[in-house]
């Protein structure tokens, strides 16, 4: 399974954008790059999923680059609701996505 | 529709006293996994169950048991508690198809004392 490395912790402030970067480098040819979202004292939620190039949806968007040894989730004018920790999970869906590796996580903090 | 429910929400616990973790979903999900996470870490695997009727090993199993009751039950068994086993602990299922996604219950926080 892919090792995946992210930064600790972040700062932002209220309405602005803010770019979480993932680095997979050993992702396999059959990996999908997942995100999760947990807020304290809750269980994590899905938040984006993506293979290659730029995936987006209501909340979020994820671009990966061509090599794809690395993925950034983008969270558009966040709020101070946003702050909550970020999960980077890179494995092949079709085999138990559950297997999946989940990291230490980016501590997002949404300052007013 | 509830998702997943685990039960309970907080447990305290002696050394040595067994106890068993209870998590049942209701989305017809063909996998379901435990989970256990400590301050300020990520979650990590315990064991988990491909299908009903089958149950495997993930990365942390030592000191528990789990067993795949029914396609909606997966129970988690501390047999011998321990003050290591201090955590919250999450369950989780997903369809088991390919674009499938992780859907979490909300915990339950253990003490071992």
């Known amino acids: 399974l892919a090792k995946t490395t992210q930064p600790i912790s972040m700062d932002s402030y209220e309405g602005q954008e803010v770019n979480i970067t993932c680095s997979h480098n050993n992702i396999a040819t059959n990996d999908y790059i997942t995100w999760y979202q947990q807020f304290p004292s809750q269980g994590p939620r899905f938040i984006i999923q993506?293979?290659?190039t730029k995936v987006t949806n209501e909340v979020a968007s994820l671009f990966i680059p061509a090599d794809r040894k690395s993925s950034t989730l983008s969270l558009p004018r966040v709020s101070l609701s946003d702050t909550a920790v970020y999960y980077c999970l890179v494995g092949p869906l079709n085999t138990n996505a559950g297997k999946s590796t989940f990291g230490d996580g980016t501590t997002l903090t949404v300052k007013p | 529709n509830a998702g997943v429910t685990q039960t309970p929400k907080f447990q305290v616990l002696k050394t040595g006293q067994s106890m068993t973790l209870q998590c049942a979903q209701d989305m017809n999900h063909n996998s379901m996994y435990w989970y256990r996470q400590d301050p300020g870490m990520g979650l990590r695997l315990i064991y988990y169950?491909?299908?009903?009727?089958?149950?495997d090993k993930g990365e942390v199993p030592n000191g528990y048991n789990v067993s795949r009751l029914n396609k909606r039950e997966f129970s988690l068994r501390l047999e011998s508690a321990a003050p290591s086993q201090t955590s919250v602990y999450f369950c989780a299922s997903t369809t088991g198809t390919v674009g499938e996604k992780l859907f979490f219950g909300s915990g339950t926080q253990l003490s071992v004392l």
């Open positions: 169950s491909a299908s009903e009727g089958t149950t």
């Open positions: 993506g293979y290659k």
